[in-house]
Structures are given as structure tokens and as C-alpha cells.
């Protein structure tokens, strides 16, 4: 099935999967035991007491879900999307594409995975995790010079180290954030240390690493807290595209189309609670979410398309209040609909389906049969 949807939409759009961007998110499930599929794991939803599945999400340019896969509950990010690329170039055929994702996929194996396939050799943009590599702290971002502007909170600097090529990134108003949260976190620890003395902070990894302990002395450090700002309001990107800076930039910060995506999924769709007693209903559950996902980019898109703004949310509140009523009378039975609330019409419109008629005579109603038999969905 989606093989097909994938084919089917490369032959309606006629365009060509030149970037897609990849994430994962996980979903609890109302179970106490765990199953091959069903297991605990690093809860995105901070459900730790709850097993969970874990999702793999592909989805391109313009909003459009690609491709989905469902993992057990104990599934780290890295293998996640090393079999999300396998999906792309055995199951849909892709062989060119550009790969967007967050830091939480980078590694030398996943560099490899992406560039070094014969017959599908794909480019990349990935999030770096700055404070664990050693490359970026001591190269890349002690390199001086000017960052260019790119959009508001935007600016962006080109940094190559030994072939490889990096593109640092700074948002003005996360950097005053992160500032006054290190501030704040810097404020407490103190505090703590003065009332409570060290014991009661030895422990706590928020402070850990603003501290420094010597033979048996705790006290802040002062060389962390100065390299930590080094960070504020900083993200670095690393690419083999041939992509300017700025475009590398903004083409990351598309990775919300993805992020949406679960949000939808989550809160719209209602992909939790999901209370099923077996992993194959769980699993068809998540997956009648994706294609109902799939249902909304699009419509979404031919409201786009006329110009017709209206949010999700209110268009399905306005759906669901369009009902058929079956009524008897004079013999007859009819189906009556209701009005059509607010922007249902606009959806109609936009689906290219003409609304059912307000009354359409059916049968003749049986002998004994009530005025009114009720609303139909």
C-alpha cells in the first residue's frame, strides 16, 4: 500500500523527491506487560511508566508523508533511520534525495549508510550534537568570522574543516533565552550550595556540569559556565550538498513540516490513547492515523490551492456537525442532510465533491415505521 500511494504521487505532483526530512517520535500504550513490540523505552511523552511503540516518519517538501514505519519501544534513534533509508531505496526505488534530520541521527555509520550506496548515494543535512563532538567545539566554532544575515533570527557562517563542511547557525533571541535560563540554573546552584552545601547537588545533572569537584570540594566552574555560552542560541549543521549556507539553513529548519506531522498525528488524529491488547491492532491503528494523516495534507492542500483559509481543527469540528437524518412521511422514507456549518462547504469544494442533496427519497417506508428514525453519520 505504500509503495502504491508513493507512486501515485509522484505521477499526480510530477515532481521529482529531491528533499525529504526524517524524524521519530514515540507513542505510549495503555498496557502493563511488555511483547516484542510493545516494550519500555526512552518516552518522548515523558511516559516512562508506560510500554510504548516507537515512529519513523518520512516526509517531503512540501508536507506530503512519504513513508512510515513502526519499531518496538526500545528503539534508539540511529537504527530507526537506517532502516527508514533502507525503506526508501528498496521498497519505494529512490535514488537520489536529499536527507534532512535532526542531531539526534548523526554518526560516522549513518555518513556512511547515506553516501557510500552504489546505486543510491544520498546527500544530507544533519544536526550535530555540538558539546559531544570534538570537532565542533574546538574547530568549529572557535573559527572566527562574520555570520551572514539570512532571515530575522537568522545568521549563518560556512565553516570547512578538513574537507568537511559545517554550517553554524545563530538565533539572536534563543541565544537571550538560553542565557537566562543558564543564569537562573547558575542562580539556584548557588543558592543550593550555600544552604544545603555540596551533598545536595553532587547528584543533580542539571547542575553537573556547571560544577567542578577537588579532593573532596565542590565548586562552580568557572571555565564551563564561559564555554557554555559559547552555545547560546547556536546550532551547527553539517552537509555534502552543494546547497549555499543560507540555504542549508533554512532547508533544517523545514524539519518542522515533519514535526507537524506528529503533532497532527498526536493531538488531531488522536493516535493515542491506544488501548489495543495486541501489537498487530496497535500497529494498525498507528497506521490508519498515517493515511488519515495523508487524507488531511491533502485536502489541506486544495484549501491552499483555492485560497480558503481555515485551520484543521475547525473544519473538522464544522464535518462533524453535517448529518443524514432518514425521515417517513406520507409513505415515503427520505434521507434529509443537515446544513452545512461554517467551512464544510469550503471543503466540499475543495475535495471537488458536490455536497449530498438536502433531501433524497429512498424507498417506501415500511407500515409501522416512526416519523423520525434518527441521524445517521
Known amino acids: 500500500m505504500e509503495q502504491q500511494l508513493f507512486d501515485r504521487d509522484r505521477d499526480l505532483f510530477t515532481q521529482a523527491l529531491d528533499v525529504v ?6 507513542t505510549y500504550i495503555y498496557r502493563d506487560a511488555e511483547t516484542p513490540w510493545r516494550t519500555w523505552g526512552y518516552s518522548r511523552d515523558r511516559r516512562g511508566d508506560l510500554p510504548q511503540l516507537v515512529l519513523c516518519v518520512v516526509v517531503d517538501a512540501a508536507g506530503w ?25 528498496e521498497r519505494l526505488g529512490i535514488r ?39 570537532e565542533i567545539t574546538e574547530h568549529v566554532l572557535a573559527r572566527h ?48 550550595l550555600s544552604k544545603s552545601g555540596p551533598k545536595s547537588i553532587v547528584a543533580n545533572k542539571g547542575f553537573a556540569r556547571f560544577l567542578r569537584v577537588e579532593k573532596g570540594a565542590v ?19 553539517t552537509t555534502n550538498t552543494k546547497l549555499s549556507a543560507a540555504e542549508v539553513a533554512t532547508t533544517c529548519k523545514s524539519l ?8 497532527t498525528e498526536k493531538s488531531v488524529l488522536d493516535v493515542r490513547p ?69 467551512a464544510a462547504p469550503a471543503a466540499f469544494a475543495a475535495a471537488g465533491v458536490c455536497p449530498p442533496p438536502v433531501a433524497t427519497l429512498l424507498w417506501p417506508a415500511p407500515p409501522d415505521a416512526d416519523d423520525v428514525e434518527g441521524p445517521e453519520m
Open 256 to 263: 518542522w513540516r515533519v514535526e507537524r506531522a506528529f503533532r
Open 21 to 26: 526530512f526524517i524524524d521519530t517520535t514515540s
Open 219 to 237: 565548586s562552580i566552574n568557572e571555565d564551563a559556565v564561559r564555554s557554555g555560552a559559547r552555545f547560546d542560541g547556536t546550532f551547527v549543521l
Open 274 to 342: 491506544i488501548h489495543h491488547h495486541t501489537d498487530r491492532n496497535s500497529i494498525g491503528h498507528i497506521v490508519a492515523c498515517f493515511l488519515a494523516l495523508r487524507l488531511e495534507v491533502d485536502l489541506q492542500r486544495r484549501l491552499d490551492e483555492k485560497g480558503i483559509g481555515v485551520s484543521w481543527p475547525d473544519l473538522m469540528r464544522d464535518l462533524a456537525q453535517v448529518h443524514a437524518v432518514q425521515v417517513d412521511a406520507a409513505g415515503q422514507r427520505y434521507r434529509l442532510r443537515t446544513d452545512l456549518p461554517g
Open 145 to 192: 568570522g562574520p555570520l551572514e544575515f539570512v532571515a530575522e533570527n537568522l545568521h549563518v557562517k560556512e565553516v570547512v574543516v578538513e574537507g568537511r563542511r559545517y554550517v553554524v547557525c545563530r538565533n539572536e533571541v534563543e541565544a537571550v533565552k538560553d542565557a537566562a535560563v543558564r543564569a537562573a540554573v547558575l542562580a539556584k546552584l548557588k543558592e543550593t
Open 65 to 89: 508523508p512519504v513513508a512510515w514505519e513502526v519499531f518496538p519501544g526500545n528503539t534508539a534513534d540511529q537504527p530507526a533511520f537506517r532502516r527508514t533509508i533502507d525503506i526508501l531505496r
Open 96 to 134: 537520489r534525495a536529499v536527507v534532512v534530520a535532526d542531531r539526534g541521527m548523526i554518526s560516522k555509520d549513518t555518513l556512511e549508510l547515506l553516501t557510500a550506496h552504489k546505486e543510491a548515494p544520498f546527500e544530507y543535512v544533519l544536526g550535530c550534537r555540538m558539546r559531544r563532538q570534538k
